[in-house]
């Protein structure tokens, strides 16, 4: 039995921690980040629907757009579940990664004849935009939510990892990586063992070298095909 760091927010580490139990693993929550929401409206009601790169966009979306009938795009299922959950009806699931979603608009979507409306997070790359861009895709950016790192004391990761170290540590997000090298300066006895799983290349390389060169990287960008290779 493995024991897993798990360093997302709350709510989805909770959810996290249960499929690693699911597995006869040990999950170990210490959040590094809470979802903060942002103030302001859309930039426009008049859109076509709706792109959506993380679950975390979605509360405001659902705020902003109550059991909205328009299109969604979610970059994969879990945030298509997400917004199904929130009353959105016409959802359609991308591969889980953001960049191919430009690919998909005109079997969602069609034609468009308005922009759509892409509700994001105010940390994150310009990947989507580009390609939208470049495929002549016309289309509003709504930064709807940011990440506010959190910074746990060295009593608060004993606790966590009740003073014994970590096997593996889940690192979903480039800004998880960078909070996992800052907490093992903070405690290297209790989290430097802990070998990095990374969901992406591009979450690989936001850890310091020293740390990179040992992490796994899943082969898909999936939650479940990160657990299904090294768990």
Known sequence: M??????????????????VSERGHE??????EEVVALPGPPPSRDVEGFLVTSANAVG???AAFPR???PLLAVGKATAKKAQDAGFSHIKAGSGKAEDLAALVSTVFGQPRRP???ATGRQRTATLEQRLAASGIAHLVWEAYDMRPLHPSGNEIAAAVGGKPADFTLLLSAAQARAFAALIDE???LLGPARPLCLSPRIRDALPFSL???AAISPEPHLLSLFDCFL
Do not use: C, F, N, S
């Open 68 to 70: 909205d009938g328009r």
């Open 2 to 19: 493995a024991r897993v760091l798990i360093l997302r927010r709350h709510e989805e580490a909770q959810r996290t921690a249960r499929l």
């Open 212 to 214: 990179a060169d040992a």
């Open 116 to 118: 759509l409306l892409y």
């Open 60 to 62: 405001a979306l659902a």
């Open 187 to 189: 405690e290297p006895a």
């Open 27 to 32: 999950p170990l929550i210490l959040p590094t």
